[in-house]
């Protein structure tokens, strides 16, 4: 599989803001991600209309129903982050899908299959794409016997959440009984994965390229949701590879990310084991943050794109393929 790894984007499909009609900017929901789709949305919103759109916010699946059945938008940017009011589910794509409303992002099986990440692993398994080896927990499940099977250290994270929601780290015999009252709080189904010690990296897609690698470094010791949305100290190397493990890194990412059946935007996360090299594929993130702490912003400046031109090639894509400025 190839990747555009030339660093040329298309030209842009149009430059009239009025190829887009009424824009529904939705934001907030109800999921455990809210506050962060929210900064994301704001900031989408304010890129949008300072080129022109006719971009208005939207808080939630309800409020974009009511405005869909009295035909106030006629195109969604979805930036709703996580599940159970989220718009990362396939709940929201089904339903645009289904009244024929255009949106940014992937679509009803990218989406839902993506926010699981058990389903995601094992089609990458099934595709023979590397990723950290891991055991299902039903709610219920005994996970001091799962930690010792799988072996220490490991994470404990809901199977649909982001953002670091509900995630305990398991480094000895002592943190199983904190990851035990995590799994109790959350209540639904949880992956244990092993922990691969090394540097944490992520790869931003937008359409057909695979955007510079980013090497996150905390000051911590762990990319929590404090040094993600919080934090001033974490640094963002990028790219954060270099040579033939850059070039690997991007083509991998773009191969899990098309293998989860995603399309439009996205970002891929990635575990590199210190003492091997070698490269492990942690999940699929179908509508990142663009926040000022996000990171396919960052990798798209990188490569000349500043956030007005990214949130403007985002919306592009909802355009029909057949889209151009002689058209519009």
Sequence with gaps: MTVAQDNV?????????????????????SSAE????????????AALQERGVDAH?????????????????DRVFNILHGNKGGGEDGVLQGLLEALEVPCTGSGVLGTALAMDKIRTKQVWMSMGLPTPRFVRLAPGADLRSAAFELGLPVFVKPSSEGSSVGVARVTDE????????????????????????????T????????????????????YDYNAKYVA?????????????????IRRMALAAFRA?????????????????????????????????HSLVPKAAAQMGIDFEELCWRILEQSLPASTHEAGT
């Excluded at 970002?267 to 943050?289: C, F, I, K, S, Y």
Aim: proline share 5%.
């Design 174 to 201: 002592a943190g199983i009984d904190n990851a035990i009252q995590v799994a109790r709080a959350y209540g639904g189904e949880m992956l244990m994965e092993q922990m691969i010690v090394g540097d944490e990296l």
């Design 9 to 29: 984007f298309a030209p842009l499909r149009t430059t009239d803001p009025r190829a887009f009609g009424r824009v529904a900017v939705l934001m907030g929901g």
């Design 203 to 222: 790869v931003g897609i937008l359409g057909d390229i695979a955007l510079p690698s980013i090497r996150i470094v905390p000051k911590g010791e762990w």
């Design 34 to 45: 809210r506050e962060v789709s929210l900064d994301s949305g704001r900031k989408v919103l």
């Design 260 to 292: 989860a059946g995603c399309s439009s935007w996205g970002r891929v996360d990635v575990m590199r084991d210190r003492q091997t090299g070698a490269m492990h594929l942690l999940e699929v993130n179908t509508a990142p943050g663009m926040t000022n």
């Design 57 to 73: 916010a939207v808080d939630g699946i309800p409020e974009l129903i009511d405005g869909l059945v009295h035909g106030k938008f």
């Design 232 to 248: 001033d100290d974490t640094q963002y190397l990028c790219p954060g590879l270099q040579g033939d493990d850059e070039d690997e």
